[in-house]
C-alpha cells in the first residue's frame, strides 16, 4: 500500500476555503476508493468524502455542496476543496485508501492536518 501525507490545513475564518492535499508515495491509479475523513476532538473520525474509482464522488450530508474530493493519477495526489467552511469543520483530517472493493479502508493512519474555522 501507498503512504500517503496530508497537508494544507490552517486556520480560518468561518465562511472562507481551504484546499487539503494527500500525496501518496506511488501510484494511487488502481486504488479502489480515495477518501477524506476527519475527526473533531471528543467525537469520533468520520468519513466525509471519497472517491470511488469508475463510480464518482460521494460526500457525507454535513459537506455535501461545499467540500469538493478530486485525485490528479498524474501527480498521485487526492484534494479536498472545503468551501463556505464552519466553526463545526474544525477537525483534522485525514486521508484513507480502500484498495478493494470487497476489503476494508485502511486501518492505519498518517498525522493528518489540522483544520481550524475561527473568527
Known amino acids: 500500500q501507498v503512504q500517503l501525507v496530508e497537508s494544507g490545513g490552517g486556520l480560518v475564518q468561518p465562511g472562507g476555503s481551504l484546499r487539503l492535499s494527500c500525496a501518496a508515495s506511488g501510484s494511487i491509479f488502481s486504488i479502489y476508493a480515495m477518501g477524506w475523513y476527519r475527526q473533531a476532538p471528543g467525537k469520533q473520525r468520520e468519513l466525509v468524502a471519497s472517491?470511488?474509482?469508475?463510480?464518482?464522488?460521494h460526500y457525507a450530508d454535513s459537506v455535501k455542496g461545499r467540500f469538493t474530493i478530486t485525485a490528479d493519477n498524474a501527480k498521485n495526489t487526492v484534494y479536498l476543496q472545503m468551501n463556505s467552511l464552519r466553526p463545526e469543520d474544525t477537525a483534522v483530517y485525514y486521508c484513507n485508501q480502500k484498495p478493494t472493493l470487497w476489503g476494508p479502508w485502511n486501518d492505519s493512519w498518517g498525522q493528518g492536518t489540522q483544520v481550524t474555522v475561527s473568527s
Open positions: 472517491i470511488i474509482k469508475a463510480a464518482g464522488a
